[in-house]
């Protein structure tokens, strides 16, 4: 049993859950593994496009996308269900030590119930990855397959307007040049504004948060930073076609 408890008469004082969150932790630094995983795909995606390799490895790619996208949804209503399990039980302060692995699995098959397509719109990654492929097509001259695409019933305006958003720093308010991603919670930021402002902090001994609004990351470090490939392509692919449209 995760929890702890003391007791004198049978009634429960103190349940200590400090082993059930930190393992929670440990799933939430996994989510950043899957968002990486994604990074990879859309990566290799993108140079089967401009390689204009055969339309059956692209299709493999568009299958381990949607695979991580599942996992991704999945983790993350674990990770819910977990978090709603502790807070009920802190809240309601039961006599007996409730069984935690119960009340988990309730609400997380409550939470897979209610999947469908269309929480894919919700994945910003997802989003992104659909909307570079369908640029870079367009770049080369290819057909963007629209039968087979996810997107076809959502809003064109909140695609392209989610993913230009995804350009700006979140430090600079510009467009990046050279994005790093935080491997911690998968945010990006331009390099040199984001090394400076953890250096600032930490030379002042605080710690650097980090500065996207509504992160809960508040200890940040260089060594969490990695090169946003996918999104420096995205932002190059994004600009050409801005410079052709203007010529």
Aim: net charge neutral.
């Amino acid at each position: 049993m995760p929890g702890r408890s003391s007791s004198n008469s049978g009634a429960t004082r103190y349940i200590s859950f400090s082993g059930v969150e930190s393992a929670l932790s440990s799933l939430k630094n996994f989510q950043a593994c899957i968002s990486s995983g994604m990074d990879t795909v859309s990566s290799v995606a993108l140079d089967l496009v401009e390689t204009q390799t055969e339309v059956s490895s692209e299709y493999s790619m568009d299958r381990a996308m949607v695979e991580f996208a599942k996992m991704d949804r999945e983790l993350s209503h674990y990770v819910q269900a977990v978090q709603a399990a502790i807070n009920h039980v802190k809240e309601e302060r039961p006599e007996k030590v409730p069984d935690l692995k119960l009340l988990v699995e309730k609400r997380f098959l409550a939470l897979q119930d209610k999947n469908s397509d269309a929480d894919f719109r919700d994945n910003e990654k997802f989003v992104q990855y659909k909307q570079q492929l369908r640029e870079l097509k367009k770049q080369y001259g290819m057909p963007a397959d629209r039968e087979n695409d996810w997107t076809e019933g959502i809003d064109e305006d909140m695609i392209v307007t989610q993913s230009l958003t995804n350009f700006i720093c979140p430090i600079t308010q510009l467009e990046m040049k050279k994005p790093v991603k935080n491997k911690v919670c998968g945010h990006a930021y331009e390099e040199d504004a984001i090394v400076r402002m953890i250096e600032s902090k930490h030379k002042r001994k605080k710690k650097a948060c980090c500065p996207k609004i509504g992160c809960s990351h508040t200890d940040m470090r260089l060594s969490d930073l990695i090169p946003d490939e996918a999104l420096r392509r995205a932002i190059e692919s994004h600009n050409k076609k801005k410079k052709r449209h203007s010529e």
